[in-house]
């Protein structure tokens, strides 16, 4: 099938399905979880639709507008929304999984619940998205705009936050562990609970973000800026490795890395980071649990 023909078939299959939901109870959920999407529909106008569990199977909907669009447990299987416009819809307990969201525009929108394995929102716009309690396993957010974002309770394992905006975020109590957050910017974020354990956190800027209770085990914190941080303590960082350029708040001291840079792999395989994590906690554990040399005598008095 030519590229125009399978764009077609996608519009008639969307406005067939979208006409028998009209004519459908709204409370019957199976006449939504018909609506399969697959083929070529670039810069779809899709705005308000209500498209409740659809699925989109290996589907190009690039460019596509879904502004204010249903999609609550709408399911994207390895299909392309890069740089789609998704501007206040609601994907709450949607599922993607190997699906691409480069550049694509997320601002205000709801995806509480979202389960996610390998997605890409490489420079995604997610600006005020609510992502609470999500599970975005190796996720890539690579220079996505995160700022005011909701991410507490979520799960980020293994994920990639180079370069973020994450100003004014709130992640607290989420699961960031074995991800890395390389020159990303956290001012004024949330970090209360936080689980950074085996993190890269080289050259993040965190001013004014509050780490009270956040864990920081095995975490790489070489060039970090957390000098006008909140609830930072010894006994945190004790746990954690710099460098000479890591800055902290006065009165707090980090153990140098001695070398040992721990590259700290972005991977789909979200077990495997899990696993790094608990090896991080383990050596920060033994590392505590070797004893103090004897001080020496004191020499005597005459």
Known sequence: MSRMGASLAVLTLALTALAGQA???????DVARLVSFGGVCVSCELSGRKLTGAKFTGANFSRAILIGADLRGA??????????DMTRADMRGAEMRGANFIGANFTDARLSGVESSGANLTNANLTRADFSSSELHGANMMGANLSKANFSNAELTGSNLISVNARGADFQNAEL????????RFDQANLRGVELSGATLRGAIFHGADFRGADLSGAVLGGAD??????????????????????????LSVRSCHGDRRHIRVVVDFEHAKAQAAAARAAAAAARAIPKPPAPPKPPKY
């Open 23 to 29: 004519q459908a109870d709204p409370g019957d959920k």
């Open 226 to 251: 957390l000098s006008n941080a909140k609830g930072l303590d010894q006994d945190q960082l004790d746990e954690a490795c710099g460098d000479g350029s890591t800055r902290l708040p006065r009165g």
């Open 177 to 184: 562990n074995a991800a890395n957050l390389t020159g990303a």
């Open 75 to 84: 399911a994207f299987y390895g299909s392309n929304f890069a740089g789609a």
